[in-house]
């Protein structure tokens, strides 16, 4: 029995290596592992008033403006959209860091695209 569970725990740590090696065995492509960081739909509006902008101000250029009237990603106009398109930008541009999209625990990851329409998350 003591076999079985010494294997059941490395197991994982070597399927890891094996997926991090680029010359192992497994090699999964990047889109497999790309996450997107939006606003949790309990979050209040204040919360998310908030999350568009500290977002919005630490992301050089000018990428908020496509939450702007006008934007790619302004339609549907709410604050749950607009927050969760803002805090996407943030957490991509500063590394996809699991750190970088929680926004006082109003933010969650996904592996599932958010895009639609017009709006493209990156």
């Not at 998310?48 to 977002?55: G, K, S, W």
């Not at 990428?63 to 959209?81: A, D, K, M, Q, V």
């Amino acid at each position: 029995m003591a076999k079985a569970t010494f294997s059941l725990v490395f197991l994982p740590l070597f399927l890891l290596f094996l997926f991090s090696n680029s010359g192992g065995i497994l090699k999964l492509t990047n889109a497999q592992w790309k996450t997107w960081c939006v606003a949790k739909p309990s979050s209040s509006d204040a919360e998310l008033i908030a999350n568009i902008e500290y977002a919005c101000r630490y992301i050089s250029g000018d990428g908020c403006n496509i939450i702007n009237e006008g934007g790619s990603c302004y339609l549907p106009n709410t604050l749950l959209n607009h927050a969760s398109v803002a805090m996407n930008l943030y957490y991509q541009f500063h590394g996809r860091n699991t750190w970088n999209c929680d926004f006082k625990g109003s933010a969650l990851t996904t592996t599932t695209n958010p895009s639609y329409g017009t709006c493209q998350y990156a």
